[in-house]
């Protein structure tokens, strides 16, 4: 039984990691890129010079073989996190990540006691 699990992981994994290296639709990895010149549309809606240039590199990418983490990883290096509409936690955009779940549980903290105070009158 403990065999047949290891195998049944080893080749749930495998198809995971085989799924994941081939890229269907480049159009995926084109909407989550924010266009420098633009500034508030994707590289997919942006007609500019440097969107059709990173569109280029991205088929290049694609046709090497890599993997759609391992085309952002290559975008953000060269351009710098903010090409990317979801960018990595770490600890430089970590306040970015977690102070709206911190406001909404304050807020929600204090609606709480606000309305209790008001139903204790």
């Known amino acids: ?14 198809d995971i990691s085989i799924a994941e290296s ?15 010149v633009c500034q508030g ?4 809606d942006s007609n500019s010079e ?9 088929k290049d990418k694609i046709s090497e073989g890599k993997t759609e983490k391992e085309i ?8 710098g996190e903010w090409i990317v509409y979801k960018p990595k936690f770490n600890l430089a955009n ?3 990540w977690i102070l ?7 807020g929600g903290f204090m609606i709480f006691f606000i309305a209790k105070k008001r139903s204790n009158r």
């Open 1 to 14: 039984m403990k065999n047949k699990l290891i195998i049944f992981l080893f080749l749930f994994n495998f």
């Open 22 to 36: 081939l890229i269907k639709d480049p159009n995926i990895i084109f909407k989550n890129l924010r266009c420098l």
């Open 41 to 44: 549309q994707s590289v997919a």
């Open 50 to 58: 440097f969107a059709q240039t990173v569109k280029l590199v991205v």
């Open 72 to 79: 952002y990883e290559f975008l953000t290096e060269k351009y």
């Open 94 to 96: 970590s306040a970015l």
């Open 100 to 106: 709206p779940y911190v406001i909404f549980v304050v």
